[in-house]
């Protein structure tokens, strides 16, 4: 059984290499082992949105050869992607299954959480992220503030709840200013 020995979370917008690998990810995690239909998998945000991507180097313990594996990922988009969306958007979260439990869907949700809150601080608006969660992975959000917000509702075909969680962003001028009046 091979040892993960690192771990490293890239993003991008349009790198089309890394994308697909995200989409890799999501047919098996989504459609192959969930279910869902392939044809609502990939949607119009895909070029416009942010696609986190994890990837681990793993390490044969009886050979200490290595290689590197993508094995998960998650995609942010910013206010105003969706018609009268206020808030940022997380979707399409999804860990290999043979990888959950690692600590890996912490590793893109901190990645996640501190673009929104560079986006967030540099277009002065609050950093707030919802997600439609499906009813197994309410927890997992929860675990990081997440709270539910309003009722259950269908999304291709199963019950999903929103969560939301508003982040801390420290704004650097607001502070000096005030340090400066004080
Ligand atoms: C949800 C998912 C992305 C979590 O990824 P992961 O790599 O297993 O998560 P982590 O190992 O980083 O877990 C972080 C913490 O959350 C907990 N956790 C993980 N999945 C959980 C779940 N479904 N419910 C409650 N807690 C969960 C872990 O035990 C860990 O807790 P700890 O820090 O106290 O040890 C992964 O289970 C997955 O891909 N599921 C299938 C696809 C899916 O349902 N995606 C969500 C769509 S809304």
Known sequence: ??????????????????????HRIRKDVFHLEQKFPLETEYDEV????????VRVTE?????????????????????GTYPGSTRYKLSRFAVEKAYRKYGLGR??????HEWVRQDAAAARRPAEVECHSQLSAIGFYAKFGYASEGSQFDEDGAPHLNMVLRLMVLRLERARESVKRD
Request: aromatic letters at 2%; charged letters at 25%.
């Open 46 to 53: 895909e070029d416009v949105a942010v696609h986190f991507l």
């Open 1 to 22: 059984m091979s040892r993960i020995v690192s771990t490293e979370v890239v993003s991008t917008v349009g790198d089309q290499k890394i994308i697909q690998e995200c």
């Open 107 to 112: 590793l893109l949700l901190d990645s996640l």
């Open 59 to 79: 390490e044969d313990p009886a050979t200490a050869a290595r290689r590197v594996k993508c094995v998960g990922t998650v995609r942010a988009t910013p206010p």
